[in-house]
Every structure is written in C-alpha cells, then in structure tokens.
C-alpha cells in the first residue's frame, strides 16, 4: 500500500508528460526501501538454480523533498536453487542456496547490489593497452547519475527494461558512447538471462543504432565463488584443455602458446572432495550462433583468471601477475571480446555460459542434457577385511544419472536416456535396462533417469561412462578409479601385460609381492620381465635387474593362468604430498606411475647434472626425452601411444615405454584427486604444419597404425616430429616400423621436410613366425595434398599400386621373417600419358595381340567391343605400366568364357597416370574363324 501511494503522488506530482514517460519506461516508482520490489528472482523451472537481478525502477528519495533515481541494473547473481534435493546437484543434497556468481552487498541509496560487470569497450586504443577510450559498466554509470527533481529528466538507459521470464530476464539497454550521455549518442545492447539445464546462459546482442562507424566490445566479469560464508575460497580451475590455473592467468596465454583457450573451465570447493563446483562455458555451436544478429562474435579472445579486485577492476587491460596464487584467496573470471568494427545499423551477437560445475553437460538447444555422478572413487577397506572401491558418500554400487531439461518451445516426444559402462562397471543389479524413459517432455519440464554400477572387476585409471540423453545426445562422464591391492587381470589370449605397481613393500622381493601368482620360477605360472637398458636385452626373474619390485618401474608380467593379483599385506600406498624420483639410464626405460591416483606426464620434472631440475616442456625442448610415452594394448599385442604430450595421463598399475637420450632423474609429482590436471604446465607438441596420413597393418590378432607425413618444420632425417619405436613386446605377433638406410632406430611415425622433392619411406614388417591374411592399408588420405602422388611397392615381389585409387594391399608371410614395403610420394609430374603405334594381330590360338607404344608410366587396361558397342572382354596390363612398347593378348573368349564369333571388333585402350592423366584410343580388328 505504501509503494502505492508513493505512485499516485508521482503521477500526480509529475502530470501527463511524465506520465507518458514513466509508461514508456515501464518503470514502477519505489521508495528505497520497498526491497521485495527490486528484484526480479527467477529460479530454474526444475529448481536448479536460482537468477537475481535489479529491476531498473524510478526511485523516490528522502522524505520531505521528493528526489527521483533510476535504479542500478546490469550485475546479477547465480545460485543453486532453493530446494532439496534439486538445487545444484538434483541428485545429491547438501549444494542448495550457495551463490556461486555476484555477492551481495548494499548500494548506493541502500539499494541491494551484486558484485561483477558487464562492460562495453567503444573506441579504445588499437591495442587496448590504455583505458583512455570508453568503459562501459551500466551498473556504474546508474549509481553515479545524479538524482533529479524531476523524474521526466531520469535518463533513460533502458528503454525495454529488464523483464521477467519463466528463466531469467530480457530488456534492451542504451549504452552512451561517452560512457554518461545519452543525448551524445548511443548504441543499442539487447540483453537476455536464461537458466538452461544448471547454468545461465548470458546472450548480449550489440546494435550499432549510430549513425558512425564504431570498435565495440565486450568483456564480463564474475566474482564466482562456492556459497560460503567467506570470499576467501580460491581453488584451483581445471580446464578442458587439461591445464590447470592455480595463479592469476590469461587464456591464450601469449607468453606460452600451447596454453590455449579452453573450451569450458570447472573450480570445486574441495578438490578432493567436491560439493560444490563453478563451470563456465565459452564455446559450443550456440556461441557461434549468429540468432537474430547480423554476425556472431564466436568464442571470447581472452579468458581471465585473478584476484577477484584484480578481474573487477581492470577492463579490458587485465595483465595478469602469474606469481600470485589463487588459492585460498577472493578469486574471479572474466572472458573478453576484443573490439571489432561495427557499423551503423549492424549487429553482433555474444553467447556465453557461467554456472554450477558437477554435470558433463550440453546444452544445445531445444534441451540441455546433464549426466551426473562421481568425479572418482574412493579406496575402502570392506566388512570381510577386503578392500573395495565407493563413491565419496560411501556407495558401492553407485549411482549416475542422466538429466534433461527442455528449454525450447517444442515437446521432446518418448525422450530417453541410455548408459554404456566401460569394462570393469557393471550394471548393478543386473536387470537394469540400459535404456530409460523419460517420457514426454513438455517445455521448462526436468526429467531424470538413474542407474547404480558395480565397480566390481575395475582398473585403476580414468574411464568413460558412456552416457546419452534424448534423442541419443552424448554427455559421456569421466571416472577416476584409484588402485587399491588387487589388480584384475585384462583378458589376453597370452597372459601378458606390462605392468607397474604403485605401492611400497617391506619385503620387496619379486617372489613375494606376486606370491599370488604361483611362483614365477621357469615353469611356473607366472613370469617377471624387465628391458635392460644398458645391455640392450629382457631379462627374466631370477636375474637380479628383475629381483626386487619399486614403485615407478615397469615390468612385464606374463600371467597364464589369468589369477587375480593380490598384492601381500605390507602393500602401502605412497604419501600423497611427498615427489618420486626414478633413477633413470640412457635408452628405452620401463616406468609407471608410483601413485594410486593417475598423473599427467607434462606434471613431471627432470633433473640433469647439467640442466639442474626442470619442466619436463623445456626437457623435451633440450632433448633429454623423446616426447611422449607407449603403453601396451593386449588387445592387439602392439603398443599405443599419444603425439600430443598434454594429453598423456599415466595410470596406476600401468606400465609404459619412455626413451631417455642421457642419465637423468624423473621426478613424478603427487597428482590432486579430483582431476588428473595436476600441474599448470603443458609441453609444446611439434607444429601441425604439412600433413599427416596413418598406415595400418592388419591381420589375425595385430593392429599396427604408424604414421608418416611432411613438415615445413621437418628434416628427413630423424629429428623431435619423428617418433622412435620401443623393443618389442614379447609375445608380438608382428613388429612394424618405419626403417632408414642409414641404419637410425626404426620409428612409428616419420615426418619428412615438407619440399617439392620426392619422398620415399620404407616400413618394415618383421613376424615371429608366419602370418597369412595380412592387409596394409590407408583409410583415408585427405590430408595428403592432392598435387601428390603416393606409390606402394612391395619390394619382394615388385608390385605397385596407386594410392589414391587404392585402399588397401593383402599379402602373406608363409614364414617368419621381414617383409619391406616402399612408399613413395612425388609432386605430379603433369606428363598425360599417350598411346600410339596400336597394331592388332592374330595369334595361332585364334587370339588378338594388341602392340601399343606408352609415353608414361600408366595404368593401362584395354576393352574389346561388339560393333553395337557391348563390352566383351576387359584386361589390364597390371598396376603401373612403364613407358615405351608393350603387348596385351587376349585369347578370343568373352568374359564369360565363349569363345568370340567371327567378325569386326572395336579395341579401346586406356591409359591413366598415377597423377591422374588420362588418354585413350579406340581401333578396329578382325577375328576370322
């Protein structure tokens, strides 16, 4: 009632024009202190999240003489929603009512304001180095425009005002290019907050409404937190890209050009065990969606981590200090568009995403689909004694889930959601459909299905959960299952597996710690194998390089009976806050990784006499290792490995092949539990320049891709693009590598200089006893420029192929042995081939000999013809024809096998070249009978 009055006195006080104008605002008049009348307060349909945010009203101040202010409006904030269990988390209580962007605190005139900023850039200097051109911050601009006598005369900055939606709000604001005015001129910013699936999507939409030409930006800034009751909260943010930041950083980060922009970026509250989480998004189709702009802005130029006085206050002149820590402390994000020219009456779109972090989700519209479920398990010790796994809350089975939230205008009809678990997780009960229903979704409806796994015969390491929403969308999940002292044996038709145990022993003898095993004497069940470097050979138990078991050393193990692996009583995990190192000689090393958390490789250092301790980047730059790491596939008997170094995650129990150029230490740093990304360093992974195409060689129980390719940046010779093979496994069906007469060590990839010269790589296929079925084949060629020509000889038997027309080449080794295959890779030549001096004669057999002269090397095939036209008879001179005079017989009968009626004959010769050239020719003959 009060409010009420206080707008019938302005109405009355300000007569029909201000009335008119406070109507086209569509501004209700408060006093300061009608606070439930600020705010627009939105919480997600399903009650994910709740969105606050000021409503731009005229205001009266003081009690005796009338004052009239436009409310401030533009800062917002985020929370999880309000209700158990379905705020946050839906599947968990305990995250409800936490903010995790914008913090309260009390404004100007004792209105209630939210930490953050939206800040349009106009016309700054070329390279934003300076805040001298304009910042924009309506929020800031409202609070420092001086109330006026009349409320005619409040500007008007926002001629739609924000207005309340079943997710969020929209309004259109006007931004004055003087950063004050409007009467000087102005640009048009649409703004629109939605709530989709567990985060808020911030549309802003820039209309140049000028009659100039202007340089526009934008930048957005979040003091994002965890809903404490503190700010001091900092933790350390995982980023897609596998980097972590734990100081103030920029993404790209210029100084380091491999720290690229993520694509989303997630903090928790407690990365060991995380309740609450803050994600943002940056890119995703509907960032690149242009909607109802004229263009899209696409993902930002910048991401920004910093102490959060730091992100708020610099605009776009940010520069980070990367010596300050964030943890622990008032941190913020922002993402930032550098300014682009927008002329007058264009618009530019910019999509962003910041909200609640504990789903893999998507969020394309016409739904969002979220899968929920544990970050990692936890190592227990069960009831009978035996140790188990369990997510953080203890469960085993666990659950995980898969939600759907329908923010479009249409209805999901039969929606569903599915579940594909990786080996070693089990559907638990078993009767579970791996199919749910999650019926009709109509508009702004939530919906979830849920399945519990058994993680009964798990490996330690990361898995994925393969996950899916309606309409089959992936969301897959992630799982991080740390080792506990059983190790269950991957099914292998051999037994064999190379192996490392993250574990300390008192008694370290071999013997003993896979007593479990039953024996590993010559004739016993199992078998322990280590690669010695120095001498260049396996050596098998009992020999003393084999005797005793440390952690961070790789062996063979040969299991032929496939026993589960018990380790013994004195097993004692590694402390979690204490380095590793491993003593490491020159040449092909076995490693693993000593913790029963998985590690990133780029977390690890290196210590030289020379060189003292560093990065492993700068490490692989100096040449002390080769850059990546090869694990054993006991699918395919053959190794695996990774080119690109950030993306190497050493799992517990595994073993792995790292090849060292000199003596060094390896320095294996304690991983974080929630995440992998366990260090802010990312190697520089050679240059993708040129190109690249794979070779497999194929057959019963093998699997060999090996990669070859050119580099501008390349040597022919061996050089950091090449990657060197390691020894054989050893029980490997074959051993396919790149070979060099100049005798270098044989290679899985071999990148040569990317010239106009021709290019030739012999790859070596060497088996332990004979194979028959054998393909070697390349799957796809697209990345080879098309002004190449690629050749494959099989040296033994002088065969040639063209590539481009050829997908694959069959043989057999009836014996064990090596078998050589040349490619070769030539710029096309340009020459057509041409065929002349095309004589025809019978033979005494009743056949035709057709003599032809071949100007190039062609495929050559000839086609024998009825005088209607009718083909009869194919033949081809084989793969590849050499130029000059050759002669194709054909023997009188029909394809069929009928012998030919006497009569005229058309005769047509073709010719193609490797480059693609063609020519043919057509004559006549006679067969008489």
Not at 109 to 114: I, S
Not at 311 to 326: A, D, H, K, Q
Not at 722 to 751: E, R
Request: hydrophobic share 40%.
């Amino acid at each position: 009632m009060h409010g009420c009055s206080h707008y019938k006195k302005l109405l009355s006080a300000a007569g029909l024009g201000a009335c008119c104008v406070i109507l086209m605002l569509a501004l209700v008049a408060e006093s300061a202190w009608a606070q439930g009348q600020e705010l627009i307060e939105v919480v997600h349909p399903g009650g994910l999240t709740k969105f606050s945010i000021g409503r731009p009203t005229v205001v009266t101040l003081g009690e005796t003489t009338l004052t009239y202010w436009a409310r401030p409006t533009g800062r917002f904030q985020l929370s999880t929603g309000p209700t158990a269990p379905v705020g946050g988390d839906p599947t968990r209580s305990g995250d409800e009512n936490k903010v995790l962007v914008g913090r309260a605190y009390t404004g100007t005139n004792g209105f209630l304001a939210y930490t953050g900023a939206i800040q349009f850039s106009i016309d700054q200097t070329a390279d934003e180095a300076t805040t001298d051109g304009v910042l924009v911050d309506l929020f800031s601009v409202m609070t420092n425009t001086a109330a006026s006598s009349s409320a005619a005369a409040v500007p008007n900055y926002w001629p739609v005002p924000l207005a309340e939606t079943t997710r969020g709000a929209t309004g259109t604001a006007l931004v004055p290019l003087d950063g004050k005015d409007l009467t000087k001129g102005s640009i048009e910013a649409y703004h629109n907050f939605q709530l989709v699936g567990d985060v808020l999507m911030i549309e802003i939409v820039i209309t140049n409404t000028d009659l100039n030409s202007h340089k526009v930006g934008l930048r957005l800034a979040f003091d994002a937190g965890f809903g404490g009751t503190g700010t001091l909260d900092g933790a350390p943010i995982f980023l897609s890209t596998g980097l972590v930041a734990d100081t103030e950083r920029v993404f790209p980060d210029p100084l380091q050009p491999s720290a690229t922009l993520p694509a989303s970026w997630t903090s928790y509250d407690d990365p060991n065990n995380p309740l609450v989480s803050v994600k943002g998004v940056l890119d995703n189709p509907e960032v690149h969606d242009s909607g109802m702009a004229n263009s899209s802005a696409g993902a930002p130029d910048a991401l920004e981590f910093g102490l959060w006085n730091h992100i708020g206050g610099s605009g776009m002149n940010f520069r980070p200090n990367n010596s300050i820590s964030l943890l622990g402390e008032n941190w913020g994000a922002a993402v930032k568009w550098n300014e682009r020219e927008l002329p007058p009456s264009i618009s530019r779109r910019y999509v962003t995403y910041i909200g609640f972090g504990a789903a893999q989700a998507d969020y394309m519209k016409p739904f969002a689909t979220m899968a929920y479920g544990p970050l990692q398990l936890i190592a227990q010790t069960s009831t009978s004694g035996l140790p188990s796994l369990t997510d953080p809350l203890g469960r085993s089975p666990f659950p995980v889930s898969v939600y759907a939230d329908n923010f479009g205008s249409e209805t999901i009809q039969s929606a569903t959601a599915s579940i594909n678990p990786p080996d070693g997780l089990v559907l638990s009960p078993a009767d579970q459909s791996r199919t749910l229903s999650l019926g009709t979704l109509p508009r702004n409806l939530l919906a979830g299905g849920t399945w519990t796994l058994d993680p009964v015969n798990a490996r330690p390491g990361i898995v994925t959960i393969g996950l899916s929403g309606p309409r089959g969308r992936p969301v897959n999940r992630k799982l991080q299952i740390p080792a506990i002292p059983v190790l269950i044996p991957r099914a292998t038709s051999n037994g064999l597996d190379m192996i490392s145990l993250p574990y300390n022993f008192i008694n370290t003898d071999a013997e003993h710690v896979f007593e479990s095993l039953g024996g590993l004497q010559p004739g016993q069940n199992g078998s322990l194998v280590r690669w010695d470097p120095a001498a260049l050979v396996y050596r098998w138990f009992p020999h003393p390089f084999v005797t005793n078991i440390s952690p961070g050393i790789g062996y063979w193990v040969l299991n032929r009976a496939s026993n589960t692996i018990v380790l013994p009583g004195d097993a004692t995990p590694l402390p979690s806050d204490a380095s590793v190192n491993v003593e490491l000689p020159r040449g092909w090393n076995q490693i693993g990784d000593p913790f029963t958390l998985p590690v990133r490789f780029d977390s690890l250092q290196v210590i030289t006499p020379t060189s003292g301790q560093i990065g492993i980047a700068e490490a692989i730059s100096q040449g002390l290792l080769q850059a990546t790491l090869f694990a054993y596939d006991p699918d395919t008997q053959n190794y695996t490995w990774e080119t690109n170094v950030s993306n190497l995650v050493m799992d517990p129990y595994a073993g792995y092949w790292l090849l060292t150029y000199q003596p060094l230490t390896l320095v294996i740093p304690p991983p974080l539990s929630v995440s992998v990304a366990s260090a802010p360093h990312q190697v520089v992974s050679p240059a993708a320049d040129g190109w690249r195409t794979e070779l497999v060689v194929s057959g019963p129980g093998l699997n060999a891709p090996r990669t070859l390719g050119l580099a501008t940046t390349a040597q022919d010779g061996l050089d950091r693009h090449d990657i060197v093979a390691p020894p054989m496994p050893l029980t490997a069906a074959a051993n396919v590598t790149f070979v060099s007469p100049q005798n270098t060590p044989g290679c899985v990839v071999d990148v040569k200089a990317a010239d106009r010269r021709e290019k030739t790589w012999h790859l070596q296929v060497t088996c332990q006893q004979p194979q028959t079925g054998l393909t070697l084949s390349w799957p796809d060629l697209s990345t080879m420029p098309s002004d190449l020509v690629p050749v494959l000889e099989d040296v033994a038997t002088g065969a040639r192929c063209y590539m481009r027309t050829t997908a694959r080449y069959q043989f057999d080794m009836p014996a064990a042995g090596t078998r050589m295959f040349k490619i070769t890779v030539s710029p096309k030549s340009g020459l057509t081939p041409m065929i002349s001096g095309v004589q025809a004669q019978a033979t005494a057999s009743g056949g035709v000999a057709v003599t032809y002269v071949l100007s190039a090397p062609a495929t050559v095939d000839l086609q024998i013809r009825n005088l209607a036209g009718v083909v009869i008879k194919r033949l081809s001179a084989g793969p590849v024809t050499a130029s000059g005079t050759h002669t194709l017989v054909w023997d009188g009968r029909s394809d069929s096998g009928s012998r030919a009626p006497s009569g005229r004959y058309l005769c047509e010769l073709a010719a193609r070249a490797q480059s693609g050239e063609a020519s043919s020719i057509i004559t006549t003959f006679e067969v008489r009978r």
